[in-house]
């Protein structure tokens, strides 16, 4: 056994604890604003906007800027360390913009991810190298969560057993420096939807991860109520030929939960991976609903379910700005009524084209 004396104090725990808490206050989810500069440069791409400093302030300036009706829907933005230091035209830093919503600052802390050596492509994640430092900077600069994402993959062959233990050790020994920083992590181990597997395959990779996910958690002494869960939900591969209901995703996806996520984890939010805006509301929507018990809060943290229509709309032009901002307010709205089971579809079960891009990395 280790030392007996616990690593956090209660007062540090409190604010831990709080701070999840608000961030998943009922009806609020997580923006997802931390794609790296190199992600940065496929999204802009897409919409035929070149990737340089200025086009991707003015980008982050349109989701922002939204109005107070995003004030309820929203509890945390997380920035790319670039955008934590950037401003809006008129010159009021976007770290306060988001915080006079009564909005939370994150900050990605991860620097990507590098090969396994001896594996079938699988990875590890970098960026604890002089991260206590760098958290107790970014805290001083209004951060009071952070982000680490780790990546694993579904094939015949994976993911290995080095891959899941050393992931869930890169995550536990990140939230571990982040606590000690009076930082909630939010814990990413995403499980990518590349493959034709089925959901049942699916299913069964969660539970290992996240079992190992829980196991280096406790190992590493970290205070599970000042933490968030950001897994992927449980869907098929985007190969797979067989189609699945909102209702099966959600029972696949909670039953995989509850197997191996403490009730004392404060919340859950899923990323979208790659489904459409309206596939992920829907199913998220979906696992409010389940009819089994759920013990934590279960939201979003999305970033391009949030954000693809208001890039499609942008598309770099000054006079589209005000119709982007109104499409991430609309998603953000829909997702708001989602993460309490509260949405309903317009179109029925319409899930719009998928924004699936192999191997993505963020
Ligand atoms: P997506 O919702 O686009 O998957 O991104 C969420 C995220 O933050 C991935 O790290």
Known sequence: MTLQFPALSEAQKKELHETAQRIVAPGKGILAADESVG??????????????????RQYRQILFSADDRINSCIGGVIFFHETLYQHTDSGVPFVKL????????GIKVDKGVVPLAGTYGETTTQGLDGLSERCAQYKKDGAVFAKCRCVLKISDTNPSKLAITENANVLARYSSICQQNGIVPIIEPEIMPDGDHDLKRGQYVTEKVLAAV?????DHHVYLEGTLLKPNMVTQGHACPTKYSPEDVAMATITALRRTVPPAVTGVTFLSGGQSEEEASLHLNAINNCPLAKPWTLSFSFGRALQASALRAWRGHKENEKAATEQFIKRAEVNSLACQGKYQSADGYETGQRIYGSSYTY
């Open 39 to 56: 992600s940065m440069a496929k999204r802009l791409a897409q919409v035929g906007v070149e990737n340089t400093e200025e086009n991707r």
């Open 98 to 105: 988001i915080r006079d919503k009564g909005i939370l600052v």
């Open 214 to 218: 829980y196991k280096a958690m406790s």
